[in-house]
């Protein structure tokens, strides 16, 4: 690799002579983690400038051309399926930062869920801390103040036995570790979280998977967009000073993990929760002012990927004085400041007779600022530094980046599934309670304040104070003076994606409704995290493409649009990929809030209801990875059977006639009616002989899609089946949840004993 | 009545502390620490300091909001103080006034604090509803119907003092609520969330004019903040019935 010194710490790198193996050289010294022909992209394209390019030029286009900023595996995918779901009141709908849809004539909600897999799996604490911190400033940049946080978490299981490759951590401190960064990092924010996911599973011990989604409202007239169309315009820094953490995160998340992964510690931004506290105040109370004129936060790919996406996305090119950006370290170079992703900054667009607003504002907050550049006609980058020109390109070769047309395979499963011998009904019930996927996730959820801002009026846990239990969905009240409710959810079904992508993407669909509706909320948008492996893989591109025809099917017969998402792939490590685990943040409308439900047994005498068809397809359900019995066939989802069901019952929700209503998922019925009896308090007498013609177990614990159960007042059962298509099933009554198939008594469980052992299975991983 | 909310980076419970003060009549204003100098407090009726993570609480809870105060108007809050204005503290609030010397407070204001709230029993943050039960009628809870229920939000609500300060303050009545179990008995985990020495969740100093509390009355100023709202309906929240004593009380001193 040949340099030349052409200013402090800015080199002159020969490229245009660099031969092949010299070009995989240069690849590897700076850490661009692209490929041979994005290498030969590069000289290319600096023979025709007739010069050689600067260090700094080169690493601005890797980080514009890195998986993670120009989703280039994924875009046309994309495009083809989760793209374009027409929708009435979507309004800015994957293009800025996170999805804009309307919430009633005068606001908006704000929504956006996004990995940090990669930071997480080398610092558990850091990544998932600074992974809640990105996802709030995407939603921030749009002038919308945040109002609640989800957190999808993917371990292995807590009591991992067997053999950790190199470099790769116990689950249970990356557990602990990724719990508390979130937990310190939002509760100091004073963001509650209100929903999520905590899933265990060995097909994560080599990749965790840590997702996180925030939402926000803003007023219609305030949406601000992350674009400058005109030049002349300040492009100032406000927050947190820039250094050498988180120096090439995006490249590092374009790349697999390996035993090397450790020396990218690096890689991993430090999050300041109390210096994002006040500048969410800065920011809202300027985009209050009405001075904002385009502003994007500092994510994945520091101010390169800010600068340049910010500029392209209105037409004008820009002037960079790398030299005014304030610095941790004194003695950083002009690639580092560029590609840095420290933390807690955002870049504002300010008209000039708007900044001594602005300086007001950040010495009441007690925030630095610094005007760095300006935006200018040509579409061109120039990065200045001390005088000296060191960057001049066209910003479209920059961020336009690249698309490929990945090779990809669908893998068939062949389908059988094994019939096991009839279980003992009781133990296996017990058992089931006590799996980690369907155990009580309240040490989790109560680390997290859930309650700040006074918005959440239903929680994450529903029931009675000290008896709570599993909810499908948190609704808050984001308005003062309305009783419009937003209904958020968190869904993904591994387990089912990975017999079958495709069915399992319309199942994880078809349960975001099921949530939404079952606390009284009619779905409104989608924001899809869609976690992959190694996408140079056809087998694992085969995946991806299958999963988002799953999605895009689904939605668009719903009319759900997706309005953000984010794509990570490399989820690989020691040749394990993960299983495909598409995630969805799916948002409900409750017009009256006081019209929404819970998931707890009410009342002695109110009747049950079974809603929806249940099939025999086992593969992918907790039964059956409990009795270790093998089954490749996942159940099927009639999408338009969903949309009918979801109407009816949101319908009788509506009009008061449903008391409680849970859907149907992990463990089937009999798991759903257990949480109905521990939330409330109350046993029930169940008769599973209405259903369809199964043995017992299939019936219990078939994880069928497409329903719920419901309480219903007797005074209200006429009302209620004239408008649902439900089956009674039996009555709330006693202490005790006794279940029986005609004559035939199944098993008989006291309350306190499901709730002792479904709270105690993973209590003692608890730090 | 003129409420200053006092702010600072990582207060965050501002807003819904806002939300309350206004809603029972007051005229809630927000001060941030950096815009606050002398002689500004006098003007209003009451301060109030709402919770959060104040610089984040990586020392001790509340100590840098304190230290701020102190260096930059210790001797306006002094005053306010002694003049019998209204002073209280929710959550890191309560933790900034023990900081401070306002509370316990048990012979005035003391030079270092008497008591602490430390680290949960649990050793953890922990949100979740508790019972409470009213002690003593102060401006504070004089509206306050004996049993209530309020949110905590917390990893340093312990209240710990010397047997002798935890005496004095028993003595002198100023234990304005005890956390409960629902059934009567003795508190154990979690109804005692954090460990409380004679479940101690809210105190007033001895003149009965600073008030500190561990639960979170704004967060349940309305019914359907309430967690058991789907199934006991209700008027107005519980948190509602604090700020309506206090809205009451400083409206009577005011018209005498």
């Not at chain 1, 004539?105 to 996004?114: C, N, R």
């Not at chain 1, 521990?678 to 259903?691: P, R, S, V």
């Not at chain 2, 809870?61 to 002694?82: N, P, S």
Request: charged share 25%; with cysteine; glycine share 10%.
């Amino acid at each position: 690799m040949k340099l030349k010194k052409i200013a402090t710490g800015v080199y002159e790198v020969n490229i245009i002579d660099a031969t092949d193996e010299e070009l995989d050289e240069i690849n590897n010294t700076m850490g661009l983690a692209l490929s041979m022909d994005e290498m030969k992209k590069i000289r290319d394209f600096f023979r025709k400038m007739g010069r050689n390019p600067t260090d700094l030029e080169i690493h601005a286009i890797a980080q514009g051309w890195s998986e993670h900023c120009s989703y280039k595996s994924s875009k046309p995918i994309l495009r083809k399926y989760i793209f374009g779901i027409p929708s009435e009141h979507a309004m800015i709908v994957m293009q800025d930062d996170a999805g804009v849809v309307e919430l009633d004539d005068e606001y908006a909600y704000v929504f956006k869920i996004e990995s940090h897999n990669h930071p997480s799996a080398v610092e558990p604490y850091g990544g998932a801390a600074t992974g809640v911190g990105g996802i709030i400033r995407d939603v921030l940049n749009m002038g919308a103040k945040p109002i609640a946080l989800v957190d999808p978490l993917f371990f292995g299981p807590p009591d991992y036995r067997g053999k950790l490759n190199k470099g790769i951590k116990h689950p249970l401190f990356l557990i602990n570790g990724v719990i508390s960064g979130i937990r310190d990092y939002g509760n100091r924010v004073g963001i509650p979280t209100v929903a999520g996911i905590t899933y265990f599973h060995e097909d994560y011990v080599n990749n965790v998977l840590v997702n996180a989604g925030c939402l926000g409202v803003v007023k219609k007239d305030k949406i601000v967009r992350s674009a400058v169309d005109k030049a002349g315009v300040k492009l100032v820094m406000v927050g947190g000073r820039t250094g050498r953490d988180g120096i090439h995160g995006v490249n590092f998340a374009s790349k697999i993990l390996d035993e090397k992964s450790e020396e990218e510690r690096q890689a991993v931004q430090l999050g300041n929760p109390i210096l994002k506290e006040p500048l969410i105040h800065l920011v809202l109370e300027a985009n209050e002012l009405g001075i904002i004129h385009g502003m994007k936060d500092l994510g994945g790919g520091g101010l390169g990927s800010v600068v340049g996406e910010m500029c392209h996305a209105g037409g004008v090119g820009a002037n960079v004085y790398l030299d005014r950006v304030l610095l941790k370290e004194g003695d950083m170079v002009p690639w580092e400041i560029w590609v840095s992703e420290s933390q807690e900054r955002m870049l504002l667009a300010i008209e000039d007779k708007n900044l001594p607003d602005l300086e007001k504002l950040c010495k009441k907050w007690d925030i630095e600022m610094s005007v760095i550049g300006e935006t200018i006609e040509q579409k061109n980058l120039r990065i200045f530094w001390h005088g000296n020109k060191i960057l001049d390109m066209p910003l479209e070769f920059i961020t336009a980046g690249v698309e490929y047309e990945r090779d990809y395979t669908v893998r068939r499963v062949q389908e059988m599934q094994e019939i096991p011998p009839e279980p003992n009904y009781r133990r296996v019930f017990l058992k089931l309670l006590s799996t980690y996927n369907i155990a009580s996730k309240e040490w989790v959820i109560r680390q997290y304040d859930h309650e700040v801002q006074g918005r959440t009026v239903i929680k994450p846990m529903h029931g009675i104070v000290g008896y709570e239990s599993h909810g499908d969905a948190a609704v808050l009240k984001p308005l003062h003076d309305s009783w419009k409710g937003i209904a958020i959810t968190t869904v993904s079904n591994p387990h089912i994606s990975k017999l079958n992508p495709y069915l399992g993407a319309l199942y994880t669909v078809d349960e975001a409704v099921r949530n939404l509706v079952a606390v009284g909320a009619m779905p409104s948008s989608m924001s899809d995290g869609l976690n992959f492996g190694n996408p140079e893989r056809p087998e694992i591109m085969g995946e991806f493409v299958e999963t988002c025809r799953g999605l895009g099917d689904a939605a668009r017969t719903l009319g759900i649009p997706y309005v953000s998402g984010n794509v990570s792939f490399y989820n690989e490590a020691f040749g394990k990929n993960i299983p495909p685990t598409p995630v969805l943040m799916a948002v409900g409308i409750i017009d009256d809030i006081r019209n929404a439900i819970t998931s707890d047994f009410k009342k002695e005498g109110n009747h049950i209801y079974l809603i929806g068809k249940t099939t025999g397809e086992m593969g992918g359900s907790e039964y059956y990875s409990l009795l270790n019995a093998s089954s490749t066939i996942v159940p099927n989802v009639n999408i338009e059977k969903t949309k009918l069901l979801s109407e009816q019952l949101h319908s009788a929700i509506s009009k008061g006639l449903v008391e409680s209503c849970h859907d149907i998922s992990h463990g089937g019925l009999g798991v759903t009616l257990a949480e109905m009896s521990i939330g409330g308090n109350l046993g029930a007498e169940i008769d599973l002989k209405n259903m369809e013609h199964f043995r017992p177990d299939i019936k219990l614990f078939s994880e069928s899609p497409t329903r719920w159960v419901c309480e219903v007042k007797p005074e209200n059962t006429g009302k209620f089946e004239s408008l649902v298509d439900g089956k009674s099933i039996g009555v709330v009554d006693g202490d005790r949840l006794r279940v029986k198939d005609g004559e035939r008594w199944l098993f008989n469980v006291n309350v306190d004993n499901m709730r002792d052992i479904w709270k105690g299975s993973l209590k003692k991983y608890l730090r | 009545m003129r409420v200053a909310i006092l702010q600072m980076e990582g207060t965050n419970c501002e807003e819904e502390s806002y939300i309350a003060f206004k809603e029972t009549g007051a005229n809630p204003e927000y001060l941030h620490i950096n815009n606050l100098t002398e002689g500004m407090l006098e003007s209003y009726d009451m301060i109030f300091i709402p919770g959060g993570f104040s610089s984040g609480d990586y020392i001790r809870a509340g100590a840098v909001f304190a230290a701020r105060l102190k260096a930059k108007v210790w001797k306006d809050i002094v005053d306010f103080v002694e003049s019998g204005k209204p002073v209280m503290g929710v959550c890191n609030g309560f933790q900034v006034l023990i900081e401070l010397g306002l509370l316990p407070g048990t012979e005035g204001i003391s030079e270092v604090p008497q008591a602490a709230l430390m680290t949960n029993n649990s050793n953890r943050f922990e949100c979740r509803w508790v019972h409470l039960e009213k002690i003593n009628d102060t401006m504070f809870s004089r509206d306050v119907p004996n049993k209530i229920m309020l949110p905590v939000a917390h990893a340093e609500g312990k209240f710990f003092a010397t047997q002798n300060i935890i005496k004095k303050i028993e003595d002198n009545g100023q234990v304005v609520f005890r956390y409960i179990s629902p059934d009567g008995t003795e508190p154990e985990y979690p109804w005692n969330p954090n460990g409380s020495i004679n479940n101690i969740a809210a105190i007033v100093n001895s003149y009965g004019n600073v008030f500190g509390i561990m639960p979170h009355p704004e967060r349940a100023y309305f019914p359907f903040q309430h967690p058991d709202w789907t199934r006991n309906p209700r008027n107005i929240g519980d948190g509602y019935y604090i700020f309506r004593s206090l809205f009451k009380q400083i409206n009577e001193a005011k018209s005498r």
